[in-house]
């Protein structure tokens, strides 16, 4: 009963640039336990972001080419099935800037 709407002029979000990937629609797909296990095994489970600074504190932001928002960010990105937080940040940096960073 309190959760903001679309229509709730309150809303700091409101009007904010977002991509939207398609209207859900329910279905009754249901997989066995063995392709469960297997999808969760592939599925990008998070993303690893990165805040590099330099030394005198300055901030490195990326700016996107591609959708969805291409704006300024903080570099980073998909996880793979497997990595750590770390292992993904440092790959996702070496990929968007060629720094290499330990994990």
Known sequence: DTMPTADDTNNPF????????????????????????RALDVFVKGCADIFLTDSQGNAMLGKRKVEPQPDWWFLGGRMKAGDTIEEAA???????????IDP
Not at 14 to 37: A, C, K, M, Q
Not at 90 to 100: G, I, V
């Open 14 to 37: 409101l009007g904010l640039p977002h991509y939207v990937t398609g209207t859900y629609t329910r279905n009754s797909t249901f997989l066995d336990d063995v392709e469960y296990s």
């Open 90 to 100: 440092a790959r996702n940096c070496k990929r968007e800037t060629k720094l290499e």
